[in-house]
């Protein structure tokens, strides 16, 4: 670990309430992971099995489950994601949708997005809050763009951030490595499917692996 990054608390877990914690999927949608979508992250495919694992105990926990989900309008005259990206996730369309291996129930929430952050002039902090939630289960892609931004607005309103890192993707393997690392030593806890898994199930804490 780098010096500055040093500096920091001893306590570094997170003891995870059900009942006060959320999963945040971050934009696994079909233009993200799917063949024929838009702008496809290789390996998004990978991320399907652990993600589920952990929604699947979020749920029978009393937790909740909230799709962050990018979702652009036509006519925009300055669509600000779109002066730096190719478009993509056209509202209302299949690109936009969650992939169906993952595919929300009636009791989970839709937050739709036009930016990184799924906080960003979003209603996701008024459904946290009133829901009672401060502990959030981050995953989805991209691990160094839209997770990444979600996981700072998150750290910055309050909420406990917990990443596991095979349930998240970036752009390359330096962008995974160095955005898990920030997040680690600077937002929040980075951990791995099963511990959370297994935090959600019987209350042990999840451990920060960025200090293993």
Not at 69 to 85: I, L, T, V
Request: hydrophobic share 40%.
């Amino acid at each position: 670990m780098d010096s500055f990054s040093s500096h920091r608390h001893a306590a570094n877990s997170v003891v995870v309430d059900p009942c006060r914690t959320a999963v945040v999927v971050v934009d696994m949608s079909n233009d993200f992971c799917k063949d024929g979508g838009l702008m496809v992250l290789p390996g998004a495919d990978s991320l399907y099995a652990p993600q589920r694992a952990i929604i699947d105990a979020t749920r029978s926990a009393g937790g909740v489950v909230v799709f962050v989900c990018d979702s652009h309008r036509h006519g925009m005259r300055r669509e600000r994601e779109f002066m730096k990206r190719t478009p993509h996730c056209w509202a209302d369309t299949w690109g936009s949708a969650v992939v169906d291996e993952l595919a929300p129930r009636g009791d989970d929430h839709i937050v739709l997005k036009r930016r990184y952050s799924g906080f960003f002039q979003t209603d996701l902090d008024l459904t946290l809050k009133d829901m009672e939630v401060d502990t959030l289960i981050v995953m989805g892609v991209v691990t160094n763009i839209c997770v990444r931004s979600t996981v700072h607005d998150a750290f910055f309103l309050g909420y406990r951030v917990v990443v596991p890192q095979d349930c998240v993707a970036a752009t390359g393997p330096r962008e995974q490595e160095s955005s898990l690392y920030d997040i680690g030593t600077h937002f929040g806890v980075v951990s791995h499917s099963a511990a959370v898994v297994a935090a959600l199930v019987d209350g042990r804490p999840v451990a920060n692996e960025i200090d293993e």
